[in-house]
């Protein structure tokens, strides 16, 4: 696929998704007793209130995995802390996770109607509106899949850090407290740019796409 041609898909599905996935944070939090997110003007899908734009970059240049500007929160208002902010952390992948789904049922119907096989359609010099579908859609499952995966690494600041924090004992929250704001950050950049992220969840991907898309 032109790489051109891929940024134009690329960039929709991007806003999308990272919009989804933070708006769907900022709800569990709301609904968890917090109006943090709200007054903070975050309980909207408009990516422009979302977009990080390291993360951004991230996922452009990767077209993998990425992030955007994390929702503010305040746990003191949760009944019960550990167990609300785990719910709260779970809320933004399972939403990548739910558009993934989404968009590989698209997908399989177009398949299911199409003449000739998916990889023909993606990659065939022809079928005009029919291929530029079938390869939005197949990116859009892609990257929703990479994003949900991505973000339940147990690296912080990604979500998985915060449910593995709700799961282990208070005892170990200063381990994961060492590798918290720039540290953390600076760790999920090298991994990123060396490849090794996209070697570690890369076959966990790939997996998932074969349990979603099937034609």
Do not use: C
């Amino acid at each position: 696929m032109n790489m051109i041609f891929e940024l134009i898909l690329v960039i929709p599905i991007l806003l999308l998704s990272l919009s989804i996935h933070e708006f769907s944070h900022g709800m569990a939090s709301y609904k968890k007793g917090d109006p943090t997110p709200k007054m903070q003007g975050r309980l909207t899908l408009n990516p422009l209130s979302h977009l990080d734009p390291m993360g951004a970059l991230v996922l452009l240049l990767t077209r993998r995995f990425g992030w955007a500007k994390p929702v503010p929160i305040n746990p003191r208002y949760y009944s019960n802390p550990r167990r609300d902010m785990m719910v709260v952390s779970v809320a933004g992948p399972a939403s990548n996770f739910a558009l993934a789904l989404i968009f590989a049922l698209a997908l399989n119907l177009v398949g299911i109607f199409a003449s000739g096989p998916l990889a023909m359609r993606m990659y065939g010099q022809s079928g005009g509106l029919l291929m530029i579908t079938v390869q939005f859609l197949y990116l859009a499952v892609i990257i929703n899949v990479s994003l949900g995966i991505f973000n339940l690494l147990p690296v912080p600041p990604l979500d998985g850090s915060k449910i593995l924090r709700g799961v282990l004992p208070p005892s170990y929250d200063r381990y994961l407290n060492q590798l918290e704001g720039p540290l953390g950050m600076m760790l999920l950049l090298v991994l990123a740019f060396t490849g090794i992220l996209g070697a570690i969840i890369g076959p966990i991907v790939q997996m998932v796409l074969g349990l979603m898309v099937f034609v």
